[in-house]
């Protein structure tokens, strides 16, 4: 069974639609061009009396003070400090400058302009000195948050935790979607003072691009109307909702060969008016990669079946009653 385009409610503003879109030659960075940014980031983290270590993803450079890693399908690279990272019990963080926001959902908090601009420098200056500065399409900087509740669930405390700059990246304006092109460092403030704690970078090198028909908004989301869940659901006379549309190119984790970056829809949504098998009704919210382009079209233009992205992403299920 497929279901037709009526069978899906949007509850999200449905992105615009190319008809044709780009599909990119991507390249992995090789090992010898990651020399230098992997022993830089291992003397950046105060890792010392390393030990080079074979993965299967890749190889790692380690001792009791931290590893900085490098994955052979991607170019990627990843780092941590376990003094850093060990220096707190707990995921509450005393920055000094920080806001809290009150939203719909309770406490939020952010970092202060001037800290969050410097952060912003620190990051994009250590990228630079790592050689791993690209051109990004956007930046932030976000806090974690810790809560503490009481026996029923409420929130009784909150407060901020580690902060993390995040880079993301395009192509000609159409984002990268998808694990496998983001940078992200985490810091910890220790001496009220931002230290690096993790860093982790992947982001492939783009070569050819060459275009592939799409079609109308329809025929973009065929496979999603094709997905066997939820036809297996809609069958059973339950709902399906899309909540979330991103229109992007879909870059694969960092430990996953990839030639090519597709055009892809990122969906999440939730299908409602489902009962488990004592009757108790509950919904399932989900998550997808859809590629936008028929396979057909996909391989005319040198993509092979084994490069698609796979259609599920993530399940996860919420009980509406006792």
């Not at 940014?37 to 299967?56: K, Y």
């Not at 694990?179 to 910890?188: F, Q």
């Not at 809609?234 to 030639?259: E, K, N, W």
Request: glycine content about 8%; aromatic content about 6%; hydrophobic content about 40%.
């Amino acid at each position: 069974m497929t279901l037709a385009f009526k069978d899906i409610e949007f509850r999200t503003e449905l992105p615009e639609i190319p008809r044709a879109m780009p599909v990119i030659q991507t390249v992995a960075q090789c090992a010898p061009e990651r020399t230098r940014p992997v022993r830089a980031l291992a003397e950046h983290l105060q890792l010392s009396d390393l030990t080079e270590v074979d993965l299967p993803w890749g190889y790692a450079l380690g001792s009791e003070a931290g590893q900085v890693e490098f994955f052979a399908a991607s170019g990627a690279v990843r780092g941590r400090s376990l003094k850093v990272i060990n220096a707190f019990s707990d995921e509450r963080r005393d920055w000094p400058d920080v806001t809290r926001v009150d939203t719909a959902d309770g406490a939020a908090w952010a970092i202060g302009e001037k800290s969050g601009r410097d952060l912003m420098e620190q990051s994009r200056s250590l990228l630079d000195r790592l050689g791993l500065a690209e051109d990004t399409a956007a930046a932030d900087v976000v806090l974690g948050q810790w809560a503490l509740l009481d026996e029923e669930g409420a929130e009784r405390d909150s407060g901020p935790g580690r902060a993390t700059v995040r880079f993301s990246y395009a192509y000609e304006n159409l984002p990268f979607i998808g694990p496998g092109s983001k940078t992200a460092l985490h810091y910890e403030p220790l001496d009220k003072q931002p230290q690096l704690a993790r860093m982790f970078h992947v982001h492939r090198s783009i070569g050819d691009a060459r275009s592939v028909e799409v079609g109308d908004v329809e025929r973009a989301f065929s496979a999603l109307l094709a997905d066997p869940l939820l036809a297996s659901r809609v069958r059973r006379r339950a709902r399906v909702a899309l909540t979330g549309v991103q229109v992007g190119l879909l870059a694969l984790p960092a430990d996953t060969p990839q030639r090519f970056a597709v055009p892809t829809l990122a969906v999440e949504g939730v299908i409602e008016g489902l009962t488990d098998s004592d009757g108790r009704p509950h919904e399932l919210r989900f998550g997808r990669y859809v590629p936008m382009a028929s396979d057909e079209t996909l391989r005319g233009a040198g993509v092979a079946g084994a490069e698609l992205p796979t259609s599920t992403v993530q399940r996860t299920r919420r009980d509406q009653g006792e």
